[in-house]
């Protein structure tokens, strides 16, 4: 009888040994809590941290690796990926850009186009396209883009948009002896540049005008138009 005595307690502690250990297993699982592993790509390590913990799991930084094309200080790759389901208080590993800093693209717009161009430089950005649009304010940087206060990485472009003195075009009338007088007048008055030049030749011919620019043709302000009149000799 004795060993059925031992046998049976022996039976009941394993048995007691079994539920305890179910039920203990059974409800710390059910007092842990699933939640969507959130996004953290393409944040700062600051902000990744404080959104996981705010899920109620932590960070871990695995490693740091060169990306050109990433910002310094932001993560490319994560694990567990986001979206997933996970349990409240795992940790979240990431890998973390080691490229070129952000910089805040400067005002240079009212600057002319050397000062914007060393200010860029001090802030190790190039300039780009330099887009001429007839202003105003010739050599001055009138627009830029990215805009000033924007992020862009070190070593980018920046486009800018300068001014240079709007181009004056005008309409060559038909010169002669009755109007030539108030067309040159009008000529000054405009700042045209022309030069009259005289020809004299050995035979006996009127008075004859010629321009450089031919009649009814639509020339530049900034072209010298020569008048030649020719006259015959006596």
Same mark, same amino acid.
């Given at each position: ?47 990744a941290r404080r959104i996981v913990e705010q899920h109620g799991?932590?960070?871990s930084i695995l490693r740091y690796e060169r990306r050109n ?8 790759? #994560?694990?567990?990926? &986001?979206?997933? $389901?996970?349990?409240? !208080? @795992?940790? *979240? /590993? ?22 914007? #161009?060393?200010?860029? &430089?001090?802030? $190790?950005?190039?300039? !780009? @396209?330099? *887009? /001429? ?5 010739p050599d001055r940087v009138i627009a830029q883009f990215p ?88």
């Open positions: 009888m004795r060993w059925v005595t031992i046998t049976l307690y022996c039976v009941v502690s394993i048995i007691v040994f079994c539920l305890s250990t179910y039920f203990t297993i059974n409800i710390l699982l059910k007092k842990q809590e699933n939640i969507v592993c959130p996004d953290v790509r393409g944040k700062t390590v600051d902000e799991l932590s960070l094309d990433v910002p310094y200080n932001y993560i490319t790759v #994560q694990k567990p990926d &986001a979206t997933m $389901r996970i349990r409240k !208080g @795992r940790t *979240v /590993s990431v890998i973390v850009s080691e490229g070129p800093h952000l910089i805040l693209v400067p005002a240079v717009t009212g600057l002319s186009v050397r000062q914007a #161009q060393e200010i860029l &430089a001090s802030k $190790r950005l190039k300039v !780009g @396209r330099i *887009v /001429s649009i007839p202003h105003a304010k805009k000033s206060g924007e992020s862009i990485l070190e070593d980018k472009a920046v486009t800018l948009f300068a001014g240079i003195a709007p181009k004056t075009y005008f309409l060559m009338p038909e010169i002669n002896d009755t109007n030539m007088s108030d067309l040159l007048d009008e000529m000054s008055m405009k700042n045209i540049k022309y030069k009259t030049s005289y020809v004299t030749t050995n035979r006996s011919l009127t008075q004859k005008i010629l321009s450089s620019i031919p009649p009814k043709t639509v020339f530049h302000a900034d072209e010298e138009i020569v008048i030649q009149i020719t006259m015959g000799g006596l």
